[in-house]
């Protein structure tokens, strides 16, 4: 979906609203997600269990991460010279319209017929393929979820799983009406129809377009993770690979992957590995049978290196994207990844998409959060993410700040600053409550309309103890 | 030990009953307990909501009621983890971070209290009923405190334990976040409301009075049970204090 930043003020967030009003009546769709993550969280726990202390296993990962992230500065250019001494070809993107012209002219000079193309969010992020298809340039996505959302027209419901709310039947249908297969219940099924409609396509795509997981600065690799093998062949048969990364992916060693590649496995998805883990290493070399004739990277800003500005929230660039903190969000799962409205659904969507799209437009997602803190307990790499939801609303209330809220708060401070004027005003709440109950008092009558409010008790805390003859100050 | 009850406003103002029974229960071990008058609020609700140089001033003040004081107990996690979590990060940088810190370290959760600081488990309590526990979000995952209320209800005498299966998903209250996303906040109350009377226990024990006021307001109003009785909750010291409603 294209930004639709020139709509009227606070557009977003009164689509947020309206969207997860009509999701949570959808039980249905609702228990479905829930369920579909059950399995999840099963196999995630055999797999943690696996390790001999999961604890210091994300010690390691946020250190390896921080170390990196806090070290940009002197490890993209390492990571730069060894890449492009391996043979391949950077291009640094500031923004996604950069970042869009820079591969549109790539595709344009390979003279590109066909495009295939591997899971990769950054895209999404810049929304790529309906720039791409502007120019008259055809796309298919080859990871099997993301082909599924294509053949649907939605963007990816989830960041690791991006058609984990569509039922097997509705696949099947959507593949007879495209591919015009036979209807079948079995996911093996539906995997070899894509697959077998895929073989073709990557034998005739002349350029094919990658994420990157992790960019290994000491070696100048690429590190892609997927479990369908379809990365492979779009990064090696078509003429011209295109890599498309943030520039925070980097890591410094080989080594860090020894701790990053399994825990993005087992935090995300529940596995203990993912199924193909490739480096990848620039383009074919003399002698060698197979690979592109060239290899590029996209290096994209897009306002990471103002997260990166931002000491206390800067860690939120270790993301390794595993989608964990989307997992276990009770907002996630009761709103679904719809209606975010952001590339970046869940917890960690909600912290940065006001860095990357404006705070005064997406700070509601900040608030959209009870702070239960699900989210980062979860995380591999140690991300605060449910503390920086709070520091987005901070930073808003500052930038942003409402008016009638901030009158709000101010009368709170004076009540809350005077101990006589607090019981006196707790008094005549709570003797007209019961009144107040039957009139359309605003947030009240929020309240009142899913569930029930208590009577007030006659006496407070505070009286009874002074009747007893107990105050003591 | 002398024992300063923190008394947070929604449990001064809407259930006393709750303060009354910390104190029962603290005075029964043989503490004492005072109540200092001047304090009103924590200050979460504008924290929470970014209004941070307004909740600034309200902990202040809160800090200066509590001076001095040799233990702080309150029966609310969530209000707890604002003073012992959320002061120190407040006030870092400010002339009253050290105050915040001292403060933090005097301040304790009701019932990790008596299991870690008075080193008690068994308060001589009976309370003949089937009971399951509700985290509270802030209290299991900003205090940490899991175990401990646990370890408090085995102890008491004629209870009955059960777990449901979201014990550690969130309520939904979230404070402001109930009426601001009443939507959001009414399905995840149906989910842990719902996972927890599914135990088909008496009560839902809890030590967040705010949580209990999200969870009661659902079950009352939207909970169909088989039997026809809707589980009530409780605070874990109205269970510790034995004197069911
Ligand atoms: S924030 Fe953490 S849990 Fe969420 S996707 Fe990123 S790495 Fe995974």
């Known amino acids: 979906m294209i930004a639709q930043d020139a709509q009227s003020p606070q557009w977003a967030k009164k689509k947020f609203l309206h969207d997860a009003k009509v999701h949570v009546q959808d039980t249905g769709h609702r228990t479905f997600v829930q369920k579909a993550l059950g399995g999840y969280f099963l196999s995630r726990d ?27 500065d002197e490890l993209l250019p390492l990571f730069v010279a060894n890449f492009e001494a391996n043979g391949g070809q950077v291009h640094w993107a500031r923004d996604a319209e950069e970042a869009r012209r820079i591969i549109l002219d790539l595709v344009r000079e390979a003279k590109a017929k066909a495009i295939i193309k591997s899971k990769c969010m950054t895209s999404e992020e810049i929304h790529l393929n309906a720039a791409l298809e502007k120019d ?52 093996e099924e539906l995997t070899m129809i894509a697959r077998r409609h895929m073989r073709q396509l990557y034998v005739d795509a002349d350029v094919g377009i990658t994420g990157a997981n992790f960019l290994v600065a000491e070696t100048g690799q690429i590190s892609i993770t997927e479990n369908e093998g379809n990365a492979r062949l779009t990064a090696a048969l078509p003429r011209v690979h295109i890599s498309l990364s943030g520039i925070e992916k980097v890591v410094e060693h080989l080594d860090d992957l020894a701790v990053l590649l399994p825990m993005l496995a087992t935090a995300g998805a529940g596995q203990q590995m993912t199924c193909y883990n490739t480096l990848y290493s620039g383009p074919r070399r003399d002698g060698e049978c197979d690979g592109p004739d060239e290899m590029h990277l996209v290096l994209l800003d897009n306002s990471r290196t103002a997260i990166l500005a931002d000491p206390e929230q800067r860690d939120s660039l270790h993301c390794i994207r595993c989608g964990a903190c989307l997992n276990v969000c009770p907002i996630f799962k009761n709103v679904g990844g719809f209606t975010y409205g952001t590339t970046y659904q869940g917890p960690i969507g909600s912290v940065i998409t006001p860095h990357l799209r404006g705070l005064s437009d997406w700070n509601h997602l900040s608030a959209a959060s009870s702070l239960c803190g699900a989210c980062s307990d979860v995380c591999p790499v ?3 993410i449910h503390h ?45 409550l019961g009144m107040l109950k039957r009139l359309p008092v605003p947030l009240l009558r929020d309240w009142l309309a899913t569930r029930a409010l208590p009577a007030a008790p006659r006496k407070s805390f505070r009286q009874q103890w002074r009747q007893a003859g107990k105050d003591s100050l | 030990m002398k024992i300063s009850l923190f008394i947070p406003c929604f ?46 001033e309200v902990a202040i003040r809160a800090i200066g009621v509590f001076d001095g004081a040799e233990a702080v107990v309150g029966p609310s996690g969530s209000c707890v983890a604002m003073m012992r979590v959320f002061y120190p990060e407040l006030l870092k940088d400010t002339p009253h971070e050290t105050a915040a810190l001292d403060l933090a370290a005097r301040t304790f959760e009701f019932g990790e209290f008596l299991v870690k600081k008075l080193g008690v488990t068994d308060v001589g309590a009976r309370f003949p009923h089937r009971v399951t526990y509700h985290d509270g979000c802030h209290g299991l995952r900003e205090l940490r405190v899991k175990d401990e209320p646990r370890q408090l209800l085995r102890a008491v005498r004629d209870l009955e334990l059960v777990e449901c299966d979201e014990a550690e998903s969130c309520c939904g209250f979230g404070g402001l976040f109930s009426v601001k996303f009443p939507m959001i906040s009414t399905a995840m109350a149906e989910v842990k409301g719902g996972s927890l009377a599914r135990t088909q226990c008496d009560y839902i024990v809890s030590s967040d009075p705010t949580c209990q006021l999200q969870l009661d307001g659902w079950l009352q109003r939207n909970w169909r049970s088989p039997t026809g009785t809707i589980p009530r909750t409780i605070h874990l010291a109205e269970v510790l204090a034995g004197a069911p409603l």
């Not at chain 1, 901030?406 to 401070?413: D, E």
């Open chain 1, 46 to 72: 055999a797999q943690k269990a696996r390790y001999r202390d999961w604890e210091q296993a994300r010690d390691a990962a946020s250190l390896a991460k921080w170390s990196a992230v806090n070290r940009l």
């Open chain 1, 388 to 432: 920086h939801l709070l520091h987005n609303r901070r930073n808003a209330a500052r930038t942003v700040p409402n008016r009638w809220e901030k009158f709000g708060h101010q009368i709170f401070v004076i009540v809350a600053s005077r101990p006589w004027l607090f019981a006196a005003g707790g008094a005549i709440f709570r003797h007209t």
């Open chain 1, 382 to 384: 140690r991300i605060d």
């Open chain 1, 136 to 187: 008259g340039y055809g796309v298919i996505e080859s990871d099997l979820g993301e082909f599924i959302q294509q053949l649907r027209g939605e963007p990816p419901y989830h960041f690791v799983f991006p058609c984990m709310h569509v039922r097997r039947e509705e696949i099947s249908e959507l593949f007879g009406k495209f591919l015009g297969t036979p209807p079948t219940n079995s996911p």
């Open chain 2, 11 to 56: 449990v001064d103002q809407m259930t006393p009953q709750v303060g009354v029974a910390v104190a029962q229960v603290l005075e029964r071990l043989g503490h004492a307990c005072e109540f200092r008058s001047g304090q009103t609020c924590c200050g979460q609700p504008s924290f929470n909501a970014g209004y941070w140089d307004e909740a600034r």
